[in-house]
């Protein structure tokens, strides 16, 4: 049974930082490439990170990237997106999916988890 779980999220006040986690079972997590999506109300799901699966690539979503950091440990079937200085715009719930070719679609996704960024 495949299964992505995440964690991590809840209320950050702007400039603050978190960290989500994404624990995966069920699959060859290191055969497959991760990435971090996010959905504000309202809004399009937006991918926010790209790790391959090697974690020799990594890409960014133009409006977090130096403020937020992608990682995974292949060891543990887990990956990472670390958010410093977040902002209220950060305000989403975020999902982690997994994909084992750049040429399709995700495979899998998580349940998501709410990341809501207030003063």
């Known amino acids: 049974q495949v299964q992505l779980v995440e964690s991590g999220g809840g209320l950050a006040q702007p400039g603050d930082s978190l960290r989500l986690s994404c624990a995966a079972s069920?699959?060859?997590?290191?055969?497959?490439?991760m990435s971090w999506y996010r959905q504000a109300p309202g809004k399009d799901r937006d991918r926010v990170a790209f790790?391959?699966?090697?974690?020799?690539?990594?890409r960014y979503l133009a409006s977090v990237r130096g403020r937020f950091t992608i990682s995974r440990d292949n060891d543990k079937n887990t990956v990472y997106l670390q958010m410093n200085t977040l902002k209220v715009e950060d305000t989403a719930v975020y999902y982690c999916?997994?994909?084992?070719?750049?040429?399709?679609?995700?495979?899998?996704w998580g349940q998501g988890t709410q990341v809501t960024v207030s003063s």
């Open positions: 790790i391959s699966d090697t974690g020799a690539t990594i």
């Open positions: 069920g699959f060859t997590f290191s055969h497959y490439h």
């Open positions: 999916a997994a994909r084992e070719s750049v040429l399709t679609s995700e495979d899998y």
